[in-house]
């Protein structure tokens, strides 16, 4: 049985901890609000603009054009979405496992080959894949440190230059789509090139529209924008996802470290009985001894 010294020791100690997850859920829960404000109003927005953009290039048959232009696929780039920090439980282990997975398995020969390339966005899929020795694009690691439209405005610019250019034959985006505090979807969508309207929703959705000053100029000005619109969607999810399992994580935390506190305390009381009683025979014993001599 551990002495008195070590029980109240651990006890300090946990109810140390349990102050901190407290306090990193009551900061996570600030940041969840301002997070789930923005992409619930983003979302709206992105989703009007995607579909725009698909009937405009369903409309138009842009099979050519150079973000809808298939390439036989020679080389890959993952963008990883993770976050800066840990303690939000399976959040980044489950972008990191997934984006894994592709590696080896979808683009096992690429990977192979040395033609897989992985863009992290955040610290922790940054330090992942650099420790494995992949092919990184490290330039945009640090996009959480005051996270903007601007700064995710550039990735975008890299990405489709990078695309237009032919260096990368397939962008793919890895993020967690937030649902709820407690639920984060795992996805992963194709950033570039463009997929085609499936026929079927093509024919619901399909629009006639007329063109001022032509279709073009319109297609040419609204590509570029709907492509950072879906990447800035993305980054937004993710960073909302964070924050919940941020939440959900240490009020779980908070929660184990009160059941331990009651059961550490249970044991101090056993403790301190058990000291008492044995001090209570000592004493008995010591005076029966008085008396016999």
Do not use: H
Request: charged fraction near 25%; charge should be positive.
């Amino acid at each position: 049985m551990p002495s008195l010294k070590e029980v109240k020791s651990r006890i300090t100690s946990v109810i140390s901890t349990q102050q901190i997850t407290k306090a990193m859920k009551m900061v996570a829960a600030a940041k969840l609000r301002k997070s789930q404000e923005r992409i619930t109003q983003m979302r709206p927005y992105a989703q009007k603009l995607t579909g725009l953009f698909q009937n405009l290039s369903a409309a138009g048959q842009d099979e050519q054009a150079w973000y809808s232009k298939q390439r036989s696929v020679e080389n890959v780039l993952l963008v990883v979405i993770s976050s800066d920090r840990g303690l939000c439980g399976s959040f980044n282990s489950t972008i990191i496992k997934a984006a894994s997975k592709l590696a080896s398995e979808k683009y096992s020969d690429q990977n192979a080959k040395g033609k897989l390339t992985v863009l992290p966005l955040g610290k922790k899929a940054f330090e992942y894949f650099s420790k494995r020795g992949y092919k990184m694009e490290n330039g945009f690691w640090n996009i959480f440190q005051g996270l903007s439209y601007d700064g995710v405005a550039q990735v975008g610019e890299f990405l489709m230059d990078e695309f237009k250019a032919g260096r990368y034959d397939k962008i793919e985006i890895v993020y967690n789509e937030f649902k709820n505090v407690a639920t984060q979807i795992l996805r992963t969508e194709q950033f570039l090139p463009v997929l085609p309207v499936a026929k079927e929703k093509s024919s619901q959705t399909e629009v006639d529209y007329i063109y001022m000053p032509n279709q073009e100029e319109i297609v040419t000005g609204l590509v570029p924008k709907a492509l950072k619109i879906q990447l800035y969607k993305a980054v937004l999810d993710s960073n909302a996802a964070e924050n919940g399992a941020r939440m959900t994580a240490m009020d779980k935390a908070t929660e184990n470290a009160g059941e331990l506190l009651k059961d550490l305390k249970l044991t101090y009381n056993r403790t301190r009985q058990a000291a008492i009683t044995k001090e209570i025979l000592e004493i008995v014993a010591g005076a029966e001894a008085l008396k016999s001599a």
